[in-house]
């Protein structure tokens, strides 16, 4: 779990600091205790209630089925970044271990679908929205953009693994003598990871809020879309954004340390590794979160859900003995 790297020095109070890590540390196993079989289960509908008939499957529900599949992800390593010897700082995870890099590039790859999930959800929404008609937001060309979108996010969370180990085995690879310091994989991350789909969902809500005042001849004729939509739309980005903003705001921060150079006292280590684990908590609550949003605002989920249950239990009743021993035998 968590904990304060405080030893007292400098006449510093360490309990304000013990009781910000058992608070942490609390939350933290809330989540996990709470959130997580949440988001588990709620995402794994989500993508079964969607995928079991994909011929009903709109725009939308590709892009938030490829957030469930990120959210499942998160679930998957939550355990591990959280309650983890990483979390407290150990040795044992530190930048030079193929392990703590492994779940890093995951945690990253898991965010870049996430954000650009919802920022790519809002530009399509605008472009179904001003041009009804067009082919550009098809359920067709949506899943591909998803294919890209995991594919992108996967070259970047190279990069990532790439200053890593170079920030690893830098003393024996000339090659990577330049890329010594892993604060440049944080830049990376922060520019590619939320400020470019950061400004794409900020300039497709102004775009949506733009054509919802004006009533064109294509609007009148393919009519209005439903309301509810557009309030999943705005509830999803804004969470989104709002829990992996303190995320990518601690990425800045340790950037701008390291730029400066000097070397932090204990007393804001301890303060840093906390508010660290607080901003990816954060983070990792939105695969839990985003989910409900779906379940309780987007009107066909229920009737989805219904269904899929429905398929199961035909499906279960054609396998069941009862009716296979009922079958007549013919000589």
Request: hydrophobic share 45%.
């Amino acid at each position: 779990m968590w904990s304060c790297p405080l030893n007292g020095t400098d006449g510093e109070d360490p309990l304000p600091c013990l009781h910000v890590q058992r608070a942490l540390s609390a939350l933290s196993l809330l989540y996990l205790l709470g959130g997580v079989p949440l988001g588990l289960g709620y995402n794994a509908l989500l993508l079964l209630a969607n995928l079991h008939d994909p011929g009903s499957m709109t725009m939308p529900d590709v892009y938030f089925a490829n957030m469930a599949a990120a959210g499942l992800l998160l679930c998957a390593l939550a355990p591990a970044h959280l309650l983890g010897p990483g979390a407290a700082g150990g040795a044992a995870w530190d930048l030079g271990s193929e392990v703590h890099v492994s779940l890093l590039v995951l945690f990253n790859v898991a965010a870049l679908v996430t954000l650009y999930s919802t920022a790519l959800l809002g530009l399509d929404c605008y472009i179904e929205r001003a041009l009804p008609r067009t082919y550009m937001s098809s359920v067709y060309n949506t899943r591909h953009v998803c294919g890209f979108v995991w594919g992108g996010a996967l070259l970047a969370g190279f990069s990532s693994l790439l200053f890593h180990i170079c920030s690893h085995v830098a003393a024996r690879l000339v090659e990577c003598s330049r890329m010594r310091d892993a604060a440049a994989a944080d830049a990376i991350m922060l520019l590619v990871g939320y400020l470019v789909p950061g400004l794409a969902a900020l300039y497709a809500l102004a775009l949506l809020v733009r054509v919802r005042k004006e009533d064109t001849p294509l609007d009148r004729d393919a009519g209005r879309p439903d309301p509810s939509a557009h309030r999943l739309l705005v509830a999803t980005t804004c969470t989104q954004f709002g829990l992996w903003t303190p995320h990518y705001l601690m990425l800045l921060g340790r950037t701008v340390l390291a730029a400066r150079g000097k070397p932090l006292a204990g007393q804001h280590v301890g303060t840093l590794l906390l508010a660290k684990g607080l901003c990816r908590l954060l983070a990792f609550t939105s695969s839990a979160v985003v989910p409900l949003l779906y379940r309780h605002i987007d009107r066909n989920f229920p009737g989805k859900l219904r269904r899929l249950v429905k398929k199961l239990r035909r499906g279960h009743q054609n396998c069941s003995p009862d009716q296979a021993g009922a079958q007549p035998v013919t000589a």
